[in-house]
């Protein structure tokens, strides 16, 4: 079974920054796809940004000029850069990984964004 594990989330003022990480329990080469979703309370789990194989990027346009999704195969490990933080953006945030076995998703790292 494949175990993501989340990291890095936490209280930050807006105009902030976070760095969160995924790390895998295998070989992320093994994944189509990788991506971080996020939940706010109240809300539907949305998806806020997605990195291929090949390492190709789309972002949710809310945070379009604000996040970076990045993927280092070597260290098995997925990262999301949080620029300019809002208030909005506070939510749980989950790795997700796709491949030809399915999908797999992390507990979730809580990200709040509050002066």
């Known amino acids: 079974q494949v175990q993501l594990v989340e990291s890095g989330g936490g209280l930050v003022q807006p105009g902030g920054s976070l760095r969160l990480s995924c790390a895998a329990s295998?070989?992320?080469?093994?994944?189509?796809?990788m991506a971080w979703y996020r939940q706010a309370p109240g809300k539907q789990r949305e998806l806020v940004a997605t990195v291929s194989l090949s390492g190709n990027t789309n972002y949710a346009d809310s945070v379009k000029g604000r996040f970076t999704i990045s993927r280092n195969n070597a260290e098995n490990t997925v990262y999301l850069q949080m620029n300019s933080l809002k208030p909005e953006d506070t939510a749980v945030y989950y790795c997700?990984?796709?491949?030809?076995?399915?999908?797999?998703w992390g507990q979730g790292t809580q990200v709040t964004v509050s002066s």
């Open positions: 997700n990984a796709q491949s030809i076995r399915g999908a797999f």
């Open positions: 295998e070989r992320i080469f093994s994944f189509w796809t």
